[in-house]
């Protein structure tokens, strides 16, 4: 009896995408736990732009995009097997090739994501939409504007998968990570024994910042580290309290200025980079 073999490249693609869908769904059922929540349900409804319909129809098409250009770009790559062939199976190897995709991933997204809100045109017509969302929650987490969905996120995970050079039956397991990682930081919630919370500095309390008004210059930092922020002087530390209704808010502690110059110097030296590597 012959079995069905799923090749990488097709797990590469549908799994993240399945993934993003069974992990928001366990914030769905737990969204529920006012005591955990950031946000109130009722501050949810009055303050979202956006109704829930609207946002798994945005995600919808984002993850159409994301699928069509990972098909095209394991096509341009090359097989697994050639892949496999090429590569022997290391823990240093795979560590190696998580830390570059994450670092590289990071500084893409940072950049770009701050580009958009420094750029009046593209925050109004492009970036706005995600920010209609000012209450975050876990499967609105890819509500962009398909063209913001492009660059940010397919491009990124694109950028971070050459430069990596893994393969891509290693991308199936790095681009669920970052899924679950993205949904994680829009969760909109603040458990107890949460790894994520644990690990990184970059978590569902630092992303809720930046979705606030008071926030829109800070924080842009996505999904892993803060190391942008902090570098280019946009990290806003935040307290963690108790709502007296229940629930924690992430407040501010401090007043920080927008170092415009010295991120528009880091903004072109990776222009400068790309146009580098791409000869």
């Not at 159409?64 to 190897?93: N, P, R």
């Not at 750029?119 to 509500?143: D, E, T, W």
Request: aromatic letters at 14%; hydrophobic letters at 45%.
């Amino acid at each position: 009896m012959m079995g069905f073999a799923v090749s990488d490249e097709l797990l590469g693609t549908v799994a993240p995408i399945v993934v993003y869908w069974l992990y928001s769904g366990i914030y769905v059922a737990l969204s529920s736990l006012e005591s955990y929540r950031l946000h109130s349900k009722a501050e949810e409804a009055e303050k979202n732009l956006v109704s829930k319909s609207n946002v798994v129809k945005g995600v919808l098409l984002q993850q159409v995009v994301q699928a069509v250009v990972a098909i095209l770009l394991f096509t341009v790559t090359g097989s697994d097997a050639e892949a496999d062939k090429a590569q022997q199976f290391s823990i240093l190897v795979l560590a190696r090739q998580f830390v570059t995709a994450m670092i590289i991933l990071d500084t893409w997204q940072y950049f770009m994501h701050r580009y958009m809100h420094h750029n009046k045109f593209l925050y109004k017509h492009i970036h706005s939409q995600h920010h209609r969302l000012i209450v975050p929650y876990a499967y609105g987490a890819l509500y962009n504007h398909p063209v913001e969905g492009l660059l940010l996120d397919t491009v990124g995970g694109a950028l971070s998968f050459l430069v990596s050079g893994m393969s891509p039956r290693t991308s199936i397991f790095f681009f669920s990570f970052a899924t679950i990682k993205t949904v994680d930081d829009h969760c909109g919630l603040w458990l107890p024994g949460n790894l994520f919370h644990m690990v990184f500095k970059n978590n569902s309390a630092y992303h809720d910042i930046h979705h606030q008004l008071y926030g829109t210059k800070y924080n842009f930092s996505q999904p892993f580290f803060v190391m942008w922020d902090r570098i280019l002087g946009t990290y806003m530390p935040y307290s963690l309290e108790k709502r007296e209704d229940g629930g924690f808010e992430a407040r501010p502690t401090k007043e920080f200025k927008d170092d415009s110059d010295l991120w528009i110097c880091g903004y072109m030296f990776v222009l400068s980079a790309l146009r580098f590597a791409n000869g």
